[in-house]
């Protein structure tokens, strides 16, 4: 029998509208005084990106330091580097990062190292929410999209088991964790933030608007999911995941040391 509170549908377009119901407004004036004492901890899952970390650092940290309401948030960044050869997988980066630090803080945010805030809302969630909307430049619909910068208190990320461990190279990890959050019942809050992004090369679809072959391994790999019921999620996450550390120490760019910045490097092979 599955453990899911409702089952999630097998069928790809019952599934998108049943995730379109899924979303509750912001709670922005509603918000008690604790909100503003809960320890927020900003995971950055990176490798390889080192001009996007030279701007993304200097701006958060003035985000933070000058925001009308933000800047009341006890905060700490992680900056989680996957230090092996192996394809890019941002979902385990993630999931070890937590590992590492988790118990440290009561919510997480999950946040893309190119998405810069303009205005956004960093405050703890009552549901999982998505923070950046505008500016971001993913051509999904916008009541499918969780990704980019994502905050999650600490009990709902261990109620979901964490991210999947094995979406490598590119995609549907962060598609993967809304099925995890109809599986349990969880509603997603859309907070429309406003990032500037920053540009790279994309790893899902080419110039030409072609899936990679990362991207069509990923998203075959939740489509086979979706046709086997997605009950895997209860093996593979939290509890089953695998990783080396290797050494954690405060982020130094260009000779500076940011105390507020921790640079942890893994290795998943
Ligand atoms: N990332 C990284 N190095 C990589 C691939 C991804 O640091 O080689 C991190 C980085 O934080 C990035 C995030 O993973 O913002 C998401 O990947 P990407 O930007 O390629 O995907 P997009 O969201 O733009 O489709
Ligand atoms: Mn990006």
């Known amino acids: 029998m599955s453990r899911n509170r409702f089952p999630v549908p097998l069928d790809h377009g019952e599934i998108n509208a049943l995730l379109a119901r899924q979303w509750v407004p912001p709670d922005t004036l509603a918000r008690p005084r604790e909100h503003w004492q809960r320890r927020l901890a900003i995971l950055v899952p990176y490798r390889d990106r080192e001009a996007h970390l030279r701007s993304f650092i200097p701006h958060l940290h003035d985000y933070f330091r000058i925001d009308k309401l933000d800047r009341h948030i006890p905060l700490h960044i992680h900056v989680v580097e996957q230090a092996d050869a192996l394809p890019f997988n941002r979902g385990r980066l993630i999931n070890a990062g937590f590992a590492l630090f988790g118990g440290d803080a009561d919510y997480l945010c999950l946040h893309d190292v190119d998405l810069l805030p303009l205005w956004s809302d960093y405050a703890f969630p009552l549901h999982p929410a998505r923070l950046c909307w505008y500016g971001s430049p993913n051509s999904q619909q916008k009541h499918l999209y969780i990704g980019g910068v994502t905050a999650i208190s600490c009990e709902h990320f261990r109620l979901l088991n964490g991210f999947s461990n094995d979406y490598w190279g590119w995609g549907y990890e962060d598609h993967d964790l809304r099925l995890r959050m109809l599986a349990v019942g969880l509603r997603a809050e859309a907070r429309d933030g406003a990032y500037r992004a920053l540009a790279h090369p994309h790893n899902g679809f080419g110039g030409?608007?072609?899936?990679?072959?990362?991207?069509?391994?990923?998203?075959?790999?939740?489509?086979?999911?979706?046709?086997?019921?997605?009950?895997?999620?209860?093996?593979?996450?939290?509890?089953?995941?695998?990783f080396r550390h290797l050494d954690s120490a405060p982020l130094e760019i260009d000779g500076r040391r940011w105390d507020q910045v921790t640079h942890h490097r893994v290795r998943f092979d």
């Open 208 to 242: 030409d608007g072609q899936e990679t072959e990362a991207g069509r391994r990923n998203r075959e790999r939740i489509e086979a999911l979706h046709r086997d019921g997605f009950t895997a999620w209860h093996e593979d996450g939290l509890n089953s995941l695998a």
